[in-house]
């Protein structure tokens, strides 16, 4: 099974406009911290949001924020108020293990227009 | 300013040659990572790093090879093995242990087969 799931390939957002970009993740680890992150056409990549598991609040930065749904696996990224710089790719990411190393899994991320 | 560096942002391999893509980190972080990002892809891990002298495999790690002899640089060779190598490679670092630590990134090597 994937650890993370993008079903958005692209997605379209009018300026101003809220959007909402999907993310379920699958873990059996208790303990993990899920990640957004903006990659934008020159190809850096720039953390937005930061969820973790135990966390009872959704995350908020900003226009960024974060629907945790604990029970559904799902983690989905709202951008408020689009703006045309925020036309990238963006990623969901998970972080999982204990102890030693804790593995990053990505998706295979979404891509965001947004249009003038 | 703390950040990642990788260089060069481009670079061409011609028929069975090695090539070394540099990554230097001024963040203090002792785990790095190198990963590979192919169109309509996510990004994959090729290796990692949590201390110096110390790196695992990671998914696809065959036909490259890393060194992390300093806690600042963590180069990645992609050799002759390396059969498609044409992709986009990214380096990170964070701080170990923490499921809140998010991972830097530098700008990435953009590397094609000439």
């Known amino acids: 099974a994937q650890k993370i799931t993008q079903t958005q390939p692209g997605m379209f957002v009018q300026e101003k406009e809220a959007v909402t970009l999907d993310c379920t993740y699958d873990t059996s680890d208790p303990s993990y911290g899920l990640f957004w992150y903006k990659q934008p056409s020159s190809g850096e990549m720039i953390f937005l949001i930061y969820?973790?598991?135990?966390?009872?609040q959704n995350a908020t930065e900003g226009r960024y924020s974060l629907n945790f749904q604990k029970a559904r696996k799902s983690a989905n990224l709202v951008i408020s108020a689009s703006q045309l710089g925020d036309s990238a790719m963006y990623f969901c990411?998970?972080?999982?293990?204990?102890?030693?190393?804790?593995?990053?899994?990505f998706g295979i991320g979404t891509k965001l227009q947004v249009i003038p | 300013d703390g950040g990642i560096t990788q260089s060069p942002k481009y670079l061409f391999r011609k028929e069975g040659q090695n090539v070394t893509l540099s990554c230097e980190q001024n963040?203090?972080?002792?785990?790095m990572y190198w990963y590979r990002q192919d169109p309509g892809q996510g990004l994959r891990l090729i290796y990692y790093?949590?201390?110096?002298?110390?790196?695992q495999k990671g998914d696809i790690a065959e036909g490259y090879s890393v060194s992390r002899e300093k806690k600042e640089s963590f180069p990645l060779t992609v050799t002759s093995a390396q059969k498609n190598p044409t992709a986009f490679y990214l380096c990170?670092?964070?701080?170990?242990?923490?499921?809140?630590?998010?991972?830097?990134f530098g700008d990435g090597t953009r590397l094609s087969i000439l």
């Open positions: 969820q973790g598991s135990y966390d009872q």
């Open positions: 990170a670092s964070s701080l170990p242990r923490a499921h809140n630590q998010p991972q830097h």
């Open positions: 963040l203090n972080h002792d785990a």
């Open positions: 790093s949590q201390i110096v002298n110390d790196f």
């Open positions: 990411a998970m972080r999982e293990g204990s102890g030693g190393y804790q593995k990053v899994t």
